[in-house]
């Protein structure tokens, strides 16, 4: 399987790791809106080139792995290159999801190609989590924890406030909340029962530390509902300590069965990643194989993780998966 | 969508109770080997009808779901009845899956029906966990405990050692390989490290308890690679302590990305179910939902939940879904 990259940053670098793990997949070209001579990848002798040149790579690509972001490259990025290649992206931005997956729709059956969107672990294996515990327990109720994990919008928003040079927001599941939904209570809980917000941040020279706690904690939307712990560190201190890039969750549904419901099921999920984006980048090399199958059975159209058998991902055969997976 | 069911013990009932969690289901009908009349079910007015007069349903039916036994049951009845009627069946003998796929698809092709075999969650949905981890986590490490249970095969031959009346046995995951796998150290764990087992024994009448207990704890394959426990008790006891059918377990992926492979996951999947037959008739239904909806595309023969894509399984319409739940 012939894949090519379009977007060099921590997500493109994560599929060009991924490819080198899975035996079937090639990397066959990098796509860059820089200047390629200024873009330096980690495997030799694979052609950088601008996107200005990607249609004359037409016949040259199985699937074009897309990684952009979801604010403002993947909404016109996707449906375009869809008309031309076999597409999957991480789109990210849940509210939008219906709308994107119509315009990719479109223009994925007028190019009679496979584009597979919102590739990834949320939205991505954690909808599966979702979907398959809804369908096996109709009666029942759902949480979603995330962390501990970088929250970049939160960081975004830290940095925004006069005074600030530098931050990084941490979202942390509260283990008390988490042990309530696991004894199958069925709790209710508030925005505040479920995470903590613990936030690092770099003063400017002068800057009011007292003022800056106070903006950050009354933060409408960001950080008011929650507790929120904020840690004043230097930028040697932040950049040594707070560069990793880990993330992770839970997905849990709690459900009744029974003449009188007397008797309650878990269905839990997790995920504990060191490397949010090369982990991403590997859920994104899965669905590519899922992409370039679909299309040789003569399917085209937008898919998402949801509309895609679970034998799809898999490089063994189905064979091998029924022997030894089931 | 019409559903009978085939075999009324454990299964039966709990896919009677499933079917009323569902709106878009309804049981038409119960088939048994018995005397009918001696059949008594929980659902008021549903016709109970000797299996001998199945055939006279083979327009009033959308899905049969055989609750048999996978020992001598369902290798019969699968592809049997596969030829009248789409089918779900809960075949969990691992090693003989791919023979019973083989003639569930020829039987279920010729009738132009849909068979999903091997539905539950152990085959079922820890075979989905299995496949989607591997397939996201090429380079990494499986791993896969059971319990707190019963199991029946290890209680089963307790009941056969001479002096022993009844008897249950415990399969139960020990934490600290639990944790092990957990923290991403990829142990290579034996299986006296992986899980315990507890007896609960009632003897005969005047039985040899420390006889009893060594022919236990050094019975080759069942009990001599692990640490046991033997409790004695009385009837009363067993019955009044012991007649849960609890059951779960976890399905771990441990795996590494990264340049170095410096970078380490988890993906976790975990079940921690009251009633075992409940929840996998709950998921029986919902394979159920899948077998009627791909059967009305046009398509028929075997498949596994591995073949099935997520969005088959939900009441919920794939707009839905994708507004809701990706």
């Known amino acids: 399987m012939r894949i090519a990259i379009l977007g060099y940053g921590n997500l493109g670098r994560g599929v060009e790791l991924a490819i080198k793990q899975n035996a079937d997949t090639e990397l066959v070209a990098v796509f860059t809106r820089r200047d390629p001579s200024k873009v330096k990848i980690q495997t030799p002798?694979?052609?950088?080139?601008n996107v200005a040149e990607i249609v004359e790579w037409k016949d040259k690509i199985d699937v074009?792995?897309?990684?952009?972001?979801?604010?403002?490259?993947?909404?016109?990025?996707?449906?375009?290159?869809?008309?031309?290649?076999?597409v999957v992206d991480s789109f990210d931005t849940h509210a939008k999801i219906p709308n994107h997956f119509a315009n990719v729709d479109t223009a994925a059956k007028?190019?009679?190609?496979i584009a597979i969107i919102s590739v990834g672990w949320d939205p991505g294996l954690f909808s599966l989590a979702r979907v398959y515990s809804n369908a096996?327990?109709?009666?029942?109720?759902?949480?979603?924890?995330?962390?501990?994990?970088?929250?970049?919008?939160?960081?975004?928003?830290?940095?925004r406030i006069k005074g600030v040079k530098n931050a990084k927001q941490y979202t942390i599941p509260i283990d008390s909340a988490l042990e309530a939904v696991r004894s199958g209570k069925n709790p209710d809980l508030t925005t505040r029962q479920k995470h903590l917000r613990e936030c690092f941040v770099v003063l400017d020279e002068?800057?009011?530390?007292?003022?800056?706690?106070?903006?950050?904690?009354?933060?409408?939307?960001?950080?008011?509902?929650y507790n929120t712990t904020v840690n004043f560190i230097t930028e040697e201190e932040l950049q040594r300590d707070h560069s990793g890039l880990a993330h992770g969750?839970?997905?849990?549904?709690?459900?009744?069965?029974?003449?009188?419901?007397?008797?309650?099921?878990?269905?839990?999920?997790?995920l504990?990643?060191?490397?949010?984006?090369?982990?991403?980048s590997n859920v994104l090399v899965a669905y590519a194989r899922a992409a370039y199958?679909?299309?040789?059975?003569?399917?085209?159209?937008?898919k998402t993780v949801l509309d895609i058998a679970p034998s799809y991902l898999s490089v063994k055969s189905n064979e091998e998966l029924r022997a030894h997976y089931l």
Request: glycine residues 12%.
């Open 45 to 49: 002798n694979i052609p950088i080139v």
């Open 64 to 86: 074009l792995i897309l990684c952009g972001g979801s604010a403002t490259d993947l909404p016109h990025q996707t449906p375009k290159f869809a008309k031309l290649f076999n």
């Open 110 to 113: 007028a190019g009679g190609h």
């Open 136 to 159: 096996v327990l109709p009666n029942g109720k759902d949480y979603t924890f995330w962390g501990k994990g970088v929250s970049q919008g939160h960081s975004d928003a830290i940095r």
């Open 206 to 225: 002068g800057a009011d530390a007292k003022e800056v706690e106070r903006q950050i904690k009354t933060m409408p939307n960001y950080f008011d509902e």
């Open 249 to 270: 969750g839970f997905v849990i549904r709690s459900g009744k069965t029974g003449q009188d419901d007397q008797h309650n099921h878990i269905v839990e999920f997790n």
């Open 272 to 280: 504990k990643l060191d490397s949010n984006p090369e982990f991403t």
């Open 293 to 302: 199958r679909l299309n040789k059975e003569g399917q085209s159209g937008c």
